[in-house]
C-alpha cells in the first residue's frame, strides 16, 4: 500500500512553515528561502551529516542538530542562525581551513570554491587555531584529473556520486577522524584504477580544489552540478 | 677596536633589508655588506604542486612585480607544454608587461626616490617621504600616482586585479582584451607620455644638482647584462641575454634564456638569504654584473619606438662607454616608461590584440622548462623541472635583484668609503647608504607596502657583537 504524506506544520525563525513528514529541516527551510549554510549536502546526492555547517536550534533539546539529517515533527520550533549558532559553524569552518592547506590565493578553485564562500558568508576573517600544516600528497596519475588531498574536507560527495549516482563506487574514505582520506579503489592510484570510468561527476560535486581537471590554472576551475537531479530523476524513473 | 655599523631596517625599499659596515681600529671603511634577512622559501615549498599552479604561486613572491614572476613562470611552463603559444598571447602579454613596467617604475621613482631627489638627501626624515613631496611639488606626486594608475589599469583590464592577477597561463592567457578595454587604454596613454616627458625634463634639470652623488652611486666598472630583440633592440617580453663588459663591448650575444647557466653561476653568502649571481666565465667573485633600467639602456642597440630613441640617444651621451653611475638608474627608469607607453599604443593598434585565439592547450611534453623576462628591476629566470605527471620537482629562480647583489654591496662600500668621516655615524652618510640601495629599486621580499613609515634603527657593534651606541628614527 503507497505510504500517504502527512503534512506537518513548524516554525523557522518565527516563520510558520509546513512540509511532508519525510522532509528534512534543510529542505523545508530551502523551500520557504530560509538560508543554511551546507557543505557536504548536494541535492541529488543522500544526506550524509558529515559537515556540521547546517546545525539548528531546536526548542525542547540542549544540543545543536544537524538540519539535513533530521525530519520535520509537528509543532518543531527551530532557530537557524542565533549567535551561539554561528559560532560553531565559525568555528567548525575554522577547524576545516586548519586541517589541511587551504591556501586559496594558488588555488585552481580561488573564487569558484564552497569553502571559500562559506568562509566569506559567515565572517569567518581569521583563524584563531593553530594550523596542522599535514605533509598530504597530490594524485596526478589520471590522465584528466587531480586529486589533491591538501584541499579535501572529506565531505564524501565524491564518494556518493561515484556510487550513488555513476554506481561505480571508485572512491571512499580510508582511515578515521584526522588521518581519514579519500581513496581510490584499495588506495590505488587514480590512474591505475579499474574501476574508475572517467565521467568526471566526483570532480564537478567536489566544494573546493580538491578534485579538478588537469591543465587548470589558479581560479579556472569552475564546477557544474546542474546535471546531478536531473540525473537522479531520470534514473527514479527507471 | 674594530667596529661594525648595522643600517636595519634599510627604508623605502620594497622588502626588508639590513646594511653592516665594518670599521677599522682607525675608523675606516673596512667592508660593507648588504643583506637580505627574510627567508622566502619558494623554490623548496612548490614541490610536488602542479606546475599549471606556478604563474599564480610565483605571483606571490611580489606584490610590486607580480606580472613579471607570472610572465616568467608561464614562459617556463609553455616549454614544459612544448607548444608555440599563439600570436595573440605573445602580444597581450606584451601589452601586460608594458603595464608592469609603467606601475612598478613610476612607484619606484616618484613615490619611493623622488623624496630623495627634490626634498634633498639631507632633509629631515620625518618629511622626506612622499607626503612630504606632496606638499612641496604636489604635481609631481599627482602625476606619480596618475602614471602609476595608467600603468595599473592595464593590469587590471587585462587581469580584473590589478595584484597578483590569475590571467596569465601555461600556454597563453585566459581571456581575450576587449575592445571597450582596448579603447580605455588607448585614451590613457597622451596623457602618460605628457607626464613622463614633463618629467623627464625637470629630472634633466635638476641632475646637475647631485653631481657628487652620480660620482659615487655605484659609479665603478663592471658587466652588464639585459635582454635584446633579434635587432638589438630594448626588449622586456621576448629577448635574448646580451652581456656587455665595462667598456660596452660585447661579449655574449643572442644567447637563448635557456642557456642561462652557462654564463650564470649562482653563489650563496652566509649572512644574507639572497644569493650572489655572478658571470661564470669570471669566476666569483670577480664577476660582477648589473642588471635593470640602465643596464639595459646600456646593452641595447637603441629602441624601436621614435620618442624613446631619442631619450636613450640623449642618456647614451652621459658617458662614452655604458653609463656606470647607478644613480641614472632613476634617469633610465622614466626613459623605459615612456617606451612602454609607445609600445602599448604600437601593440593596441595592431589587430592580432584583440584576436580570441589566446591559449594553447598540452600535457607535459618537455620536463624542464625556463622562462626568462625583463623585470622591472632587471632579468629575471624561473627554470623548472617535473615528473611526467606534472608535478613540480625542482625550481631554481633568479630574480632581478639577486643579480644585483654584488654590485649593490659594491655600491654600499663606495658611499660608505665616500660618506664616512671620522668616527662619527652621520646622517648623511647613512641617508646615501639607503639611497644608494635605493637606485638599484631593490625587491626583497616583496611586499606590497612601503617600508617609509618604518623607523631606522642603526647600531653600532662591536666585534665581541656588544651595543657600543644606539640611534632610532621614526
Not at chain 2, 639590513?18 to 614541490?47: C, H, M, P, W, Y
Not at chain 2, 608555440?84 to 608587461?97: H, Q
Not at chain 2, 635584446?228 to 665595462?246: A, C, H, M, P, Q
Not at chain 2, 635593470?292 to 651621451?317: M, Y
Request: aromatic share 8%; hydrophobic share 40%.
Amino acid at each position: 500500500m503507497k505510504k500517504v504524506s502527512q503534512i506537518q506544520t513548524l516554525v523557522i525563525d518565527g516563520k510558520e512553515v509546513g512540509g511532508r513528514h519525510d522532509e528534512t529541516i534543510l529542505q523545508v527551510a530551502r523551500e520557504n528561502d530560509i538560508f543554511i549554510p551546507t557543505l557536504c549536502h548536494l541535492d541529488g546526492l543522500t544526506e550524509y551529516g558529515g559537515c556540521r555547517m547546517c546545525i539548528v536550534e531546536i526548542k525542547g533539546m540542549p544540543r545543536l542538530t544537524p538540519s539535513c539529517t533530521t525530519l520535520i515533527r509537528e509543532g518543531m520550533v527551530v532557530t537557524t542562525n542565533s549567535e551561539r549558532i554561528m559560532e560553531y559553524r565559525r568555528g567548525i569552518l575554522a577547524l576545516l581551513f586548519t586541517e589541511r592547506n587551504h591556501i586559496c590565493s594558488a588555488c585552481v578553485s580561488n573564487g569558484h570554491c564552497e569553502l571559500q564562500g562559506l568562509a566569506l558568508k559567515l565572517g569567518l576573517t581569521h583563524v584563531e587555531f593553530p594550523y596542522i600544516f599535514p605533509k598530504m600528497p597530490v594524485d596526478a596519475t589520471h590522465d584528466r584529473f587531480i586529486a589533491d588531498h591538501n584541499r579535501c574536507v572529506l565531505c564524501s560527495r565524491c564518494v556518493r556520486v561515484c556510487h550513488e549516482v555513476e554506481g561505480a563506487h571508485t572512491k571512499d574514505i580510508m582511515g578515521r577522524g584526522i588521518t581519514a582520506r579519500i581513496i581510490t579503489d584499495l588506495m590505488q592510484d587514480w590512474g591505475e584504477s579499474k574501476t574508475c570510468t572517467g565521467c568526471g561527476k566526483c570532480v564537478h560535486v567536489c566544494p573546493t580544489g580538491a578534485l579538478t581537471e588537469k591543465g587548470k590554472s589558479v581560479a579556472e576551475m569552475e564546477k557544474r552540478r546542474q546535471f546531478l537531479p536531473y540525473l537522479k530523476l531520470m534514473r527514479e524513473r527507471s | 677596536m674594530a667596529r661594525e655599523l648595522i643600517i636595519e631596517p634599510v627604508t623605502r625599499i620594497e622588502g626588508h633589508g639590513k646594511v653592516t659596515i665594518f670599521l677599522d681600529d682607525d675608523n675606516s671603511v673596512k667592508d660593507a655588506r648588504f643583506a637580505v634577512t627574510q627567508f622566502r622559501g619558494f623554490e623548496k615549498f612548490v614541490e610536488g604542486r602542479p606546475f599549471t599552479e606556478m604563474p599564480s604561486i610565483v605571483e606571490r613572491i611580489c606584490g610590486i612585480c607580480p606580472v613579471s614572476h607570472s610572465l616568467a613562470a608561464a614562459k617556463a611552463c609553455d616549454a614544459i607544454l612544448g607548444v608555440k603559444i599563439p600570436r595573440a598571447a605573445v602580444k597581450i602579454r606584451r601589452l601586460l608587461n608594458c603595464g608592469e613596467f609603467i606601475q612598478s617604475h613610476a612607484l619606484s621613482f616618484f613615490h619611493l626616490s623622488s623624496p630623495d631627489l627634490l626634498l634633498g638627501f639631507d632633509s629631515d626624515p620625518t618629511t622626506r617621504n612622499i607626503a612630504g613631496l606632496a606638499a612641496k611639488n604636489p604635481q609631481l606626486a599627482k602625476d606619480g600616482i596618475r602614471l602609476r594608475q595608467i600603468g595599473g589599469h592595464i593590469v587590471e583590464w587585462l587581469g580584473k586585479k590589478r595584484v597578483h592577477p590569475a590571467w596569465v597561463v601555461p600556454g597563453g592567457v585566459n581571456e581575450p582584451l576587449s575592445i571597450e578595454h582596448r579603447d580605455m587604454m588607448l585614451a590613457e596613454i597622451p596623457e602618460g607620455i605628457e607626464i613622463v616627458q614633463k618629467t623627464l625634463s625637470f629630472f634633466k634639470r635638476i641632475i646637475e644638482e647631485f653631481r657628487k652623488e652620480i660620482r659615487t652611486f655605484g659609479n665603478f666598472p663592471s658587466m652588464f647584462l639585459g635582454l635584446v630583440d633579434k635587432d638589438g633592440n630594448w626588449e622586456v617580453t621576448d629577448g635574448y641575454l646580451r652581456f656587455i663588459d665595462s667598456k660596452g663591448a660585447i661579449v655574449v650575444d643572442m644567447i637563448e634564456p635557456t642557456r642561462y647557466k652557462e654564463f650564470i653561476g649562482e653563489s650563496v653568502e652566509e649572512f644574507s638569504y639572497l644569493k650572489s649571481p655572478y658571470f661564470k666565465p669570471q669566476g666569483y667573485p670577480t664577476g660582477i654584473y648589473r642588471v635593470g633600467p640602465a643596464a639595459r639602456l646600456n646593452v641595447c642597440n637603441g629602441f624601436s619606438t621614435p620618442l624613446a630613441n631619442l631619450e636613450w640617444a640623449e642618456f647614451k651621451d652621459l658617458e662614452r662607454g655604458p653609463v656606470l653611475s647607478s644613480f641614472h638608474n632613476h634617469y633610465a627608469r622614466l626613459i623605459e616608461i615612456l617606451a612602454a607607453l609607445e609600445l602599448e599604443d604600437q601593440l593596441l593598434r595592431d589587430p592580432d590584440i584583440l584576436d580570441t585565439h589566446i591559449r594553447a592547450f598540452a600535457n607535459v611534453n618537455e620536463y624542464e622548462g625556463v622562462g626568462c623576462v625583463e623585470a622591472p628591476r632587471g632579468t629575471l629566470f624561473h627554470h623548472y623541472k617535473v615528473d611526467n605527471k606534472g608535478l613540480m620537482q625542482w625550481a631554481n629562480m633568479i630574480v632581478a635583484t639577486g643579480n644585483n647583489n654584488l654590485a649593490i654591496n659594491q655600491s654600499v662600500l663606495q658611499v660608505a668609503r665616500h660618506y664616512m668621516n671620522g668616527p662619527e655615524i652621520t646622517e648623511s652618510m647613512i641617508n646615501r647608504v639607503e639611497a644608494v640601495i635605493r637606485a638599484y629599486d631593490p625587491c626583497l621580499s616583496c611586499s606590497t607596502h612601503a617600508l617609509g613609515q618604518m623607523p631606522l634603527q642603526i647600531k653600532v657593534v662591536n666585534n665581541r657583537g656588544n651595543i657600543l651606541s644606539e640611534k632610532m628614527r621614526d
